[in-house]
């Protein structure tokens, strides 16, 4: 029994840290222009299912015969809000945004459900997202209207695709299909946006790695682990993820959380980054501390 809490207990690790790792991927390609936040997702989308394709045909499973249309409809809605509200939201607002509409979600449909959490599971619900909100009050400001709609649905598709992963039998070849059928969504996404994409090979390379690793192998793991947990345990874990995030980010600039609010990405200072196509007024500098969230 022990060996199978220890199981969940690093696999939800690992889902965190993919997580965390989506949020540095993401950032760093729209912060350093190499690539449009539609392009972005919609290849992310693509190079999950690709990836996910073929290591389901290495293990001899079709992954067109799992999945299905509402939480692959979930996946894509939360791929392409997330990226688009990052483009001009504060980080400390959009993890509060965030993870308050994943948690929202997930616990609102579980009590829904029928399920009921004990006075101690409340508890750690208000602490875990009182923290966070310390955490981040510092950095707080009033976000754009915009950008704050398109992060809370980013929390709702996300909640909405992790309550449909606890109904999974199969881990590997649910979350294939969802991604496979994800595409025609991201095909439209490009479509509608085609006259304001901007692509560079760096750019692509950063949604490429998101899409296929991160988000791909990273979802296989997560969706394993959360038929083991409960609405509201899932829901709360991934409060986690903005703090391994900043840990990440602060990591790779080589500062303290605290430290370097003058940073636009790891290892590189505002005052010595070339112009290009306007980026610095498309994306204000905030501390690097939290402008790394899934």
Same mark, same amino acid.
């Given at each position: 029994? !022990?060996?199978?809490?220890?199981?969940?207990?690093?696999?939800?690790? #690992?889902?965190? #840290?993919?997580?965390?790792?989506? /949020?540095?991927?993401?950032?760093?390609?729209?912060?350093?222009?190499?690539?449009?936040?539609?392009?972005?997702?919609?290849?992310?989308?693509?190079?999950?299912?690709?990836?996910?394709?073929?290591?389901?045909?290495?293990?001899?499973?079709?992954?067109?015969?799992?999945?299905?249309?509402?939480? @692959?409809?979930?996946?894509?809605?939360?791929?392409?809000?997330?990226s688009?509200?990052?483009?001009?939201l504060?980080?400390?607002? *959009?993890?509060?945004?965030?993870?308050?509409?994943? !948690?929202?979600?997930?616990?609102?449909?579980?009590? $829904?459900?029928?399920?009921?959490? /004990? @006075?101690r599971? $409340? #508890?750690?619900?208000?602490?875990?997202?009182?923290?966070?909100?310390?955490?981040?009050?510092?950095?707080?400001?009033?976000?754009?209207?915009?950008?704050?709609?398109?992060?809370?649905?980013?929390?709702?598709? $996300?909640?909405?695709?992790?309550?449909?992963?606890?109904?999974?039998l +199969?881990?590997?070849?649910t979350?294939?299909?969802?991604?496979?059928?994800?595409?025609?969504?991201?095909?439209?996404?490009?479509?509608?946006?085609?006259? !304001?994409?901007?692509?560079?090979?760096?750019?692509?390379?950063?949604?490429?790695?998101?899409?296929?690793?991160? /988000?791909?192998?990273?979802?296989?793991?997560?969706?394993?682990?959360?038929? %083991?947990?409960?609405?509201?345990?899932?829901?709360?874990? !991934?409060?986690?993820?903005?703090?391994?995030?900043?840990?990440g980010?602060?990591?790779?600039?080589? *500062?303290?959380?605290?430290? @370097?609010?003058? #940073?636009?990405?790891?290892? %590189?200072?505002?005052? %010595?980054?070339?112009? *290009?196509?306007?980026?610095?007024?498309?994306?204000?500098?905030? +501390?690097?501390? $939290?402008?790394?969230?899934?």
């Open positions: 029994m !022990q060996s199978k809490y220890f199981s969940v207990f690093l696999l939800t690790l #690992l889902s965190m #840290l993919a997580f965390a790792a989506n /949020s540095l991927l993401c950032r760093v390609a729209l912060k350093s222009d190499a690539i449009d936040p539609a392009s972005f997702a919609a290849i992310r989308l693509m190079s999950g299912a690709a990836m996910l394709v073929v290591v389901m045909r290495l293990r001899g499973v079709s992954p067109t015969t799992s999945g299905g249309w509402v939480p @692959a409809f979930w996946l894509a809605a939360y791929a392409a809000a997330f688009f509200a990052y483009v001009s504060p980080a400390g607002v *959009g993890a509060l945004l965030l993870f308050g509409s994943v !948690q929202a979600t997930m616990v609102g449909t579980s009590l $829904w459900r029928g399920e009921r959490l /004990s @006075a599971q $409340w #508890l750690g619900l208000v602490v875990a997202m009182g923290g966070l909100v310390a955490l981040l009050l510092p950095g707080l400001s009033a976000p754009p209207l915009g950008s704050a709609v398109l992060m809370m649905a980013a929390g709702v598709g $996300w909640g909405a695709y992790s309550l449909h992963g606890k109904k999974s +199969n881990a590997g070849a979350t294939a299909g969802n991604f496979l059928r994800s595409v025609p969504f991201a095909v439209l996404l490009v479509v509608v946006c085609v006259t !304001q994409l901007s692509v560079s090979s760096t750019g692509v390379a950063y949604a490429v790695c998101s899409g296929a690793i991160t /988000s791909g192998l990273g979802y296989i793991v997560w969706y394993t682990v959360l038929p %083991h947990l409960r609405s509201s345990a899932a829901a709360t874990v !991934q409060l986690s993820v903005p703090l391994l995030a900043a840990i980010g602060n990591t790779s600039a080589g *500062g303290s959380l605290d430290a @370097a609010p003058e #940073l636009d990405w790891p290892g %590189h200072s505002r005052r %010595h980054r070339a112009s *290009g196509r306007g980026a610095e007024a498309a994306y204000p500098s905030v +501390n690097v501390g $939290w402008h790394w969230v899934l």
